[in-house]
């Protein structure tokens, strides 16, 4: 088991190195070019060429590609982050500290997405065929087929602009220090992000339990009269939630990767909107870093739900 | 000799030069510039955060080394200009940091007069001329931040003359040398303050101004906060603070405001009719900022003969452009580059409204089958063009290809990110027709465009050595233009060019020349009533913008 975590562990590696590549590559690859940006054609749509080439020496993009590659990695290696092409500030810090923001989203919806979605499906697997079966599937289509960006838009026009219940967007609350604040700042933003899971939870949690209700341990179960509660959540639903918890934990990577809209819409400091308006400004560093960071944090929920899918089902070894 | 001594001739001299600088202080003293006192704020100081809302990023809240069209939302809030336009977009001493200037040599040193008692901000001491000309001199010094060179090559150096007096010198006249400075070329920062933080690079994060709010944070993506002055030259700043957000998303902005969580906000054009149904909201524009339309490739065949270029504008309509792309928020412009009620605006509707460009698709498919037959084209006539990736310029493009379309023309166009993108295209000099646009506060910028040495010329600087030829009329036309720029340029004086710059226009649109600003911007901005000061009066300087300063939140 540790041999294989190890060895999981390490093919993390080669992953990495080519994520850096191809991002590296489809940057450069792009018509656009950040020295122009920064070389400021204004008003006169001017672009002095001296200054061009001043602004490219400067940045380093005048040496060839896999020198530039290599003096990236290089930094990445050494902790040396670099500094944004555009506002000349430190990467590292501007991404750790939206990357805070992220994971506390992420998590939220990823919590939100859980609970609603495995207490739906279960409802919907018990009264199968019923007419809250029918509901809760229909929420769950509408919740993958409804795109994230008019869902949020129209739960501010309604929460903030008509009912002036919630805030229309932004951040700026604690959860430690001012609770109530956060979770007024985070909660259309978290029914956005965790709709689409519990969807998918729903669905997944709904055909699984299906099946496990069909097993004759179950109908054992009902013959010595346990409480049909009892035997849907003492023995149905442990066995039908292996591959619901696989799945969730593979969607944590996914929500923190994929939150970018979400952030967009409700004005949200966090890595994904910040690596966008970099990518929008051909700030390769901030793209780059951004990315490799977020690839990073897919790598690392797949990695822990590998473990947790070990630590559940103990008849799976790898070794 | 002639009966003088050398040692008598030196004393003269030396009489002579001290007579010469007494008298001059003596002049100086009695004919400086009356003193104009500073425009008093809107209201007293009522504490609290204001908040604004902005469209996108600023590339850094230090104006002199911000690089976007769009950036002066942000750095007014705490960087102000030696010269300040008002909301004619001519000079407004009242707030400028010099309250007057004179021409003097014959318009090759202008000599600025500064106000006394003008503190920067987190006591960095008074602004005095030192600062003035250190700020200035920058220009030409890439090394400190410096992208405006090129705008400033007429300028040699500033000098201090004393504590409060300035003089730039001039290596050749430059008519435009005031307007040019209305930008963020002439902001004034401490030097004391430049040095502390070790150069440019930091003071692009931290700058220190004159401005009524100190930066205190900026958050790349979030917006920046900056906080009160309370020694600002013009009284006491209304807030404590002020927090300028950034919220990309035009939908999220107008809820922003109608909310009253964000005070000002920025409005694009699709979200102009919702907030002004909103009887919260009170909106605000100024129109003939800047235009919107195409460039041609003069050079590059068919696009050389001008009954094409004609044929082209006159089957667009306009009003229905306008209507179906832009819903209404711009107008059709019956000028050129500057609006007609510009102080350097012409009056062109004679041929926007005359046979000469009139939207009439039967004669611009007559004059196009005219050049067909004649120069031996199939029909219809291909072109290539660029357009940007943005909802409405796409729209135009397809607009554009519709119109063209009726009349035996077919338009082949790609579309790229961005401005950077097309520029790069209309470089290739492949493409006949780009969809571009441009600012429009100063007859300077007209040089880029239509001078043939034009940064931004790319038909007849650019693409001369791409195969791109002008016809022995269109050369004629192109000579005038440069000579009537240069004339212009080199008067002594605003009110003496601005006939010439008509003139310019005048020919450039008879000529259909470069690039055809057929709709007039407007910058629409949106203040939520019941909760902030300053919105009863349209608060928008001449370059379409606002001044964070000048607002307030209501009590």
Redesign the interface.
């Known amino acids: 088991m540790r041999k294989y975590l190890l060895r999981r562990f390490l093919n993390m590696i080669p992953t990495l190195i080519l994520v850096s590549l191809i991002v590296f590559s489809l940057l450069r690859l792009l018509p656009s070019d950040p020295v122009r940006i920064l070389a400021g054609i204004d008003d006169s749509g001017a672009i002095d060429p001296a200054l061009y080439a001043r602004i490219k020496s400067e940045l380093g993009l005048d040496r060839p590609l896999i020198v530039q590659y290599a003096s990236w990695v290089s930094g990445v290696v050494s902790g040396d982050w670099g500094k944004s092409y555009l506002t000349g500030m430190q990467v590292f810090p501007q991404i750790v500290d939206r990357l805070k923001f992220t994971v506390q989203l992420g998590v939220a919806a990823w919590v939100f997405g859980v609970i609603l979605g495995v207490s739906l499906g279960t409802v919907s697997a018990i009264k199968r065929n019923s007419a809250a079966d029918i509901a809760v599937t229909t929420f769950a289509i509408s919740g993958v087929a409804i795109p994230h960006f008019w869902l949020g838009m129209m739960l501010i026009i309604v929460f903030a602009v008509w009912l002036g219940w919630l805030p229309f967007g932004g951040f700026n609350a604690n959860l430690f220090s001012s609770p109530g604040l956060w979770l007024k700042h985070m909660l259309l933003p978290t029914l956005v992000l965790g709709t689409g899971l519990a969807a998918i939870l729903m669905r997944q949690t709904r055909a699984a339990l299906l099946e496990v209700m069909r097993e004759q341990y179950i109908l054992t179960a009902r013959s010595k009269g346990v409480e049909e509660k009892w035997v849907v959540l003492r023995h149905a639903m442990k066995n039908s939630l292996l591959p619901v918890v696989t799945i969730a934990s593979l969607q944590l990577g996914t929500l923190i990767g994929g939150t970018v809209v979400t952030e967009t819409v409700f004005t949200l400091p966090g890595v994904g909107k910040f690596v966008v308006d970099a990518v929008i400004q051909r700030d390769y560093l901030v793209v780059q870093m951004g990315l490799l960071v977020l690839t990073i944090g897919v790598m690392l929920s797949n990695f822990a739900a590998d473990i947790l899918y070990t630590y559940l089902d103990p008849r799976i070894r790898y070794d | 000799m002639y009966g003088t001594s050398p040692r008598g001739s030196q004393r003269t001299l030396l009489l002579s030069l001290i007579l010469t600088a007494a008298l001059g202080i003596v002049v100086t003293s009695v004919l400086a510039a009356e003193l104009v006192p500073p425009r008093p704020l809107p209201s007293k100081s009522v504490g609290g955060t204001l908040n604004l809302a902005y469209f996108r ?1 600023v ?2 809240p230090d104006g002199f080394q911000a ?3 769009f950036d002066r939302m942000y750095f007014y809030a705490g960087n102000e200009v030696l010269v300040a336009m008002g909301k004619d977009g001519l000079y407004d001493p009242s707030e400028s940091l010099a309250y007057a200037y004179d021409v003097l040599d014959d318009g090759k040193r202008y000599r600025f007069h500064l106000r006394k008692g003008v503190q920067f901000q987190g006591d960095y001491g008074e602004m005095t001329a030192a600062d003035v000309a250190w700020s200035l001199n920058r220009i030409h010094r ?1 090394d400190m931040g410096s ?5 400033f090559r007429a300028m040699d150096r500033a000098e201090e003359v004393d504590k409060y007096t300035v003089d730039v010198y001039l290596k050749e006249l430059d008519v435009n040398l005031i307007t040019r400075m209305f ?1 963020r070329e002439s902001i004034v920062h401490s030097r004391k303050h430049w040095e502390a933080v070790g150069g440019h ?1 930091q003071h ?2 931290h700058p220190i101004g004159t401005g009524p709010y100190q930066l205190v944070d ?5 917006g920046t906060e900056w906080v009160k002055h309370p020694q600002y030259w013009r009284g006491e700043p209304m807030m404590d603070r002020v927090n300028i ?5 035009n ?2 902005r107008l ?2 405001l ?2 009253g ?1 964000v005070q000002v906000a920025w409005l694009q054009a699709e979200q102009v009719l919702e907030a002004q149904k909103d009887p919260n909201i009170k909106v605000w524009s100024v129109s003939g900022v800047g235009w919107d339309g195409w460039a041609w490739a003069l050079g590059l065949p068919p696009l050389d003969d001008i009954r094409l270029r004609r044929a082209l504008v006159k089957a667009v309509d306009r009003d229905a452009l306008n209507k179906s792309v832009y819903l209404n928020t711009m107008r059709a412009s019956q000028s050129h580059t500057f609006a007609p009620e510009s102080p350097y605006g012409i009056d062109g509707a004679e041929l926007w409204q005359g046979d000469w460009l009139k939207y009439d698709p039967a004669a611009a498919k007559k004059l196009v089958h005219e050049v067909a037959k004649e120069r031996g084209l199939k029909l219809p006539i291909e072109l290539k063009g660029v357009c940007e990736r943005r909802p409405d310029r796409q729209l135009v493009c397809e607009f554009l290809q519709a119109a063209w379309d009726e009349i035996d023309v077919k338009l082949n166009f790609n579309v ?6 097309r ?2 295209v209309m470089e290739q000099c492949q493409t006949h027709v780009n969809q571009t646009g ?2 429009m ?1 100063a007859p ?2 007209m ?3 239509l001078q043939s040495t ?3 010329s790319y038909s007849s600087f650019l693409c001369k050595d791409k195969g791109h030829k002008l016809n022995p009329s269109d050369l004629q036309v192109q000579a005038d233009i440069d000579r009537l720029l240069d004339l212009a340029t080199r008067q002594p004086s605003m009110d003496k060019a601005v006939d010439i710059y008509k003139q310019v226009q005048m020919l450039a649109l008879k000529n259909v020349w470069q690039y055809i600003p057929a709709m007039l911007r407007v910058n629409y901005y949106g203040c939520h009533i019941a909760t902030a000061g300053g919105c009863e009066e349209n608060p928008m300087r001449g370059d379409g913008h606002i001044r964070p300063g000048d607002f307030w939140v209501k009590k």
Do not use: M
Not at chain 2, 147 to 151: D, K, T
Not at chain 2, 218 to 222: A, D, F, R, T
Not at chain 2, 416 to 421: L, M, P, R
């Open positions: 990023e590339s850094s690089n976007g069209s890439p992208r405006w060179s090129n705008v930008n690079e692009k994060l900026w958050k790349v993506g979030v957000r950034v919220i990309t998303e939908r999220a809820a922003a109608q909310t969580e790229v990110s961005n401005a950077n993108e520029l790069q441009g600012l506060h300077y910028l040089e880029g465009a034009g940064e931004n």
